[in-house]
């Protein structure tokens, strides 16, 4: 609080008008595009489901899609959860996406460049 | 052949209503033949706000359905003898309004009026969906808000794809920004969207920019649209912006923080 704040009596919070600027512009840029084309997201899940099923027997129950649209970059992100290997050695659990995110093989990411 | 003007927003309570009977008041008191129409079927209030709640005895939906003529619904303003206004049902629901049925209505108002002026109902639904299919123009009624320039951008891409000019493939409606209940202090405090960057995110030409007023409350409580009082501010906004429309070169007012004395910052005076 700078000295200054004693006679306004309070300390201001930080002007949030920038913000609303910022958020407006990221969201309608995504909002326009979507306007044109149709949604391809579904569609992506459900072939990304289909590649990798032909390889593993995966439940599709357990995918998790994600998406964080940003003003430069989209990540799209898709975790599929793999079944256990067939002989278990013991202790060993099912390939789970690693709590720090680091790319495992378990994990197939992508990125969407926003125009 | 009129022009259709729609007055549109997505986002509701805006200020459509305020703004439809204020640009249509000053169309018509520049002489052009207007009729301003309330497309919000089962919440009329533009009746209200014109102040000829008391004489609507047939409507839009009356029309439609062929239980009253056009000229029997219409009313003439007894202020400006240039101006009629169409009201909606109260009573009906939204599934009264039929595109052949607004279609008719439109061709036979244009044989009589230089300008339709359609006060959208909010959303992008039937009603609103109705209200901008005939439209030549539109005026996309903003608030310095996030929710509001979201929706606009949101119905501008509804007027470029889903109107009759966009389906017929003629030339698109021509788009108007009208930024209401602007408060320029606390634009400048920066707690609200400035004007420039509505203006930015929009990119559509801006038409006028009406101050947050008290005067637009007096003038719903007497039923005399705000642009009929000269000394508020929102009216002289109205009435620039209305000349703006016919072609008329006005600066943007308004728009700054109004300077105010030692005294009046001390003790917190308020701008009427
Ligand atoms: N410039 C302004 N200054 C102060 N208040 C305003 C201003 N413009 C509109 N209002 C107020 O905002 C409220 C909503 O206005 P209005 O009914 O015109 O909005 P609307 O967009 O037609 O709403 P709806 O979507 O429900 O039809 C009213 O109470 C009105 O008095
Ligand atoms: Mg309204």
Known sequence: MSWLDVFRGKSKPPPSAGAAKERLQIVLAHERISRTGDDFLPRLQKELIQVVARYVAIDPKAVNISLDRGGDMSTLAIEVELPAPEKPKPGAAAAKPDELGKPADSKAEAGQKAS | MAQVIVVTSGKGGVGKTTSSAAFATGLAQSGKKTVVIDFDVGLRNLDLIMGVERRVVFDI????????????????????????????????????????????????????????????????????????????????????????????????????????????????????????????????????????????????????????????????????????????????????????????????????????????????????
């Not at chain 2, 049902?89 to 279609?103: N, W």
């Not at chain 2, 959303?123 to 606009?152: C, H, M, W």
């Not at chain 2, 509505?198 to 801006?206: K, N």
């Open chain 2, 61 to 272: 939906v009356n029309v439609i359905s062929g239980e009253a003529r056009l000229n029997q619904a219409l009313i003439r303003d007894k202020r400006v003898d240039t101006l009629s206004i169409l009201p909606a049902s109260q009573t009906r629901d939204k599934d009264a309004l039929t595109k052949e049925g607004v279609a008719q209505i439109i061709d036979e108002l244009s044989q009589e009026f230089d300008y339709i002026v359609c006060d959208s109902p909010a959303g992008i639904e039937k009603g609103a969906l109705l209200a901008l299919y005939f439209a030549d123009q539109a005026i996309v009624v903003t608030n310095p808000e996030v929710s509001s320039v979201r929706d606009s951008d949101r119905i501008l891409g509804v007027l470029q794809s889903k109107s009759r000019r966009a389906e017929e493939k003629k030339d698109p409606v021509k788009e108007h920004l009208l930024v209401t209940r602007y408060a320029p202090e606390r634009v400048e405090k920066g707690e609200m969207l400035k004007l420039e960057d509505i203006r930015e995110i929009l990119a559509i030409p801006l038409l006028g920019v009406i101050p947050e007023s008290e005067s637009v409350l007096k003038a719903s409580n007497t039923g005399s649209p705000v642009i009929l009082d000269d000394v508020s501010n929102a009216g002289q906004a109205y009435k620039d912006a209305v000349a703006r429309f016919l072609g008329e070169d006005r600066p943007h007012r308004f728009i700054e923080p109004e300077k105010r004395g030692f005294l009046s910052r001390l003790f917190g005076g308020r701008a009427a």
